[in-house]
């Protein structure tokens, strides 16, 4: 049976963890937080002390981290893992980070002799939890299909987007519209409702319109309009502010890098960093609509 070692416990990288054991798989879980780790030891999972340790005599390693940075600590610096890696192992990684460094940990492990791929994630919490994830992956076509019984076990969805790297342009282009789709729509219900409109016949108006869209269908950001999201439970869980934040700063940091033009993102980037500013930044990101529906 395939050992899977799962590193970053996370809000997603908890629950991705808990459908590989409901899969069937091995799994020997890292983390930081020691409550993070005994949760997945509860679900069954083997708990191990260090990152070096979870990683031996794994055939798949698979890491959620929050940055780069983290990313990097974990496979390229001395003080990694790659000395406890078991020769044959691929290494999935499905923190969004850059590109470049996603392009740079892969020669790493690729000069070592090890197979890696950029696997990022869309869903959110939800998917995570659901296992209705959608990967988006970046890497050499026999890694991802070697890496597909893993992933599906996670989501239900998974595009090879191209070479190393590939995943995570895609991943914050996605994002990048997802958070100018969630301002638009916050804007236009709030001024809606301003006018006298009620936010749900609006919403219902616009589902069946051209303003359609993922925010509406599955994610309404106005509270009481939709059950199960977070605007209706105080924008608690979901996808954080914060986060919403440091995708809009890659997606920044990748257009001027290959000089692209996207302002409809620095706005999104300016108005996430004012809500996040007022002590919003934990909340979900679609408590922006709070942003506009706030009494001047």
Not at 3 to 26: R, S, T, W, Y
Not at 28 to 52: I, M, P, R
Not at 146 to 162: D, E, Q, Y
């Amino acid at each position: 049976m395939t050992q899977v070692a799962f590193i970053g416990l996370g809000n997603m990288g908890g629950p991705m963890a808990e459908n590989l054991l409901k899969a069937g798989f091995n799994v020997t879980v890292f983390d930081l937080v020691a409550e993070s780790v005994d949760k997945l030891k509860q679900a069954g999972a083997s708990a191990a002390e260090s990152a070096q340790a979870a990683v031996m005599g794994a055939d798949i390693v698979v890491s959620m981290l929050p940055a780069s940075k983290h990313v990097k600590s974990l496979y390229v610096d001395a003080s990694g893992v790659c000395d406890s890696l078991q020769s044959d192992a691929l290494i999935i990684d499905s923190s969004t980070i850059d590109a470049q460094s996603a392009k740079d940990v892969a020669a790493h492990l690729t000069a070592k002799g090890f197979n890696f791929i950029d696997a990022p994630v869309s869903g959110g919490v939800g998917g995570a939890k659901a296992g209705t994830l959608t990967f988006i992956v970046g890497g050499e076509a026999s890694d991802v299909e070697r890496a597909r019984p893993v992933l599906s076990a996670m989501g239900k969805n998974i595009f090879h987007a191209g070479a190393h790297g590939a995943g995570q342009t895609a991943k914050i282009c996605n994002n990048m519209l997802l958070a100018v789709l969630m301002a638009g729509t916050s804007e236009a219900l709030q001024m809606a409702i301003n006018n006298g409109l009620d936010p749900k016949v609006m919403s219902d108006i616009m589902l069946q319109s051209s303003g359609r869209n993922w925010c509406l269908e599955l994610y309404n950001p106005c509270p009481g309009v939709m059950d199960n999201v977070p605007s209706s439970n105080d924008y608690q869980g979901g996808f954080m502010v914060d986060l919403m934040r440091k995708d809009l700063g890659l997606a920044l940091d990748s257009a001027l890098n290959s000089q692209s033009n996207t302002p409809m993102a620095a706005v999104a980037n300016s108005l996430y960093s004012i809500h996040s500013a007022q002590g919003n930044g934990q909340k979900d990101f679609s408590s922006l609509f709070e942003l506009f529906s706030a009494k001047k």
